[in-house]
């Protein structure tokens, strides 16, 4: 009984101090504040980043490829979705990362990680962003291992 009380506490812990993130009309807001805007450009399958004075801080472009390592039951072809994410900050920075969905889940990932800091990027933040997300899964696509044997 003991661990069903203090399971309920834990959970009951969390939902206090948690943000509630929505995003409508491509504003983002963190408990009813707006905090940054997330435009989606459906035919180049890409959602861009600006703060609410429209400026473009970031570009995160979905991609894909098929790996025969992940081929499975449920994705016979291998399918590897992902963000190509580059922010527009002084240095170009760049990373992979892959979060289930689109709009909403990015906005609480870029929050998670405190990637805004008002209307600009926090510089900080997103240097640590690229060095734990790295390019993995474009390294991944762009290492072929199709062999090519040609015959004379």
């Known amino acids: 009984m003991k661990i069903v009380v203090f399971i309920c506490c834990i959970f009951a812990f969390g939902f206090a101090f948690s943000?509630?993130?929505?995003?409508?009309?491509?504003?983002?807001t963190v408990d009813g504040t707006p905090v940054f805007k997330m435009?989606?450009?459906?035919?180049?399958?890409t959602i861009y980043l600006h703060n609410l004075q429209d400026e473009r801080l970031a570009i995160f472009k979905c991609e894909s490829y098929n790996d025969s390592k992940q081929v499975s039951n449920g994705n016979p072809q291998g399918r590897v979705a992902y963000y190509d994410a580059t922010f527009l900050n002084d240095d170009i920075d760049k990373c992979d990362f892959n979060v289930g969905g689109a709009k909403k889940?990015?906005?609480?990932?870029?929050?998670?990680?405190?990637?805004?800091?008002?209307d600009k990027l926090n510089d900080v933040a997103v240097k640590k962003f690229v060095k734990i997300h790295g390019t993995?899964?474009?390294?991944?696509?762009?290492s072929s291992t199709t062999i090519i044997i040609q015959q004379r």
């Open 19 to 28: 943000q509630k993130i929505d995003v409508k009309k491509d504003i983002v």
């Open 39 to 45: 435009k989606y450009d459906f035919g180049q399958n």
């Open 105 to 118: 889940a990015i906005a609480k990932y870029l929050i998670e990680y405190k990637i805004m800091d008002g």
């Open 136 to 142: 993995k899964y474009s390294d991944q696509r762009n």
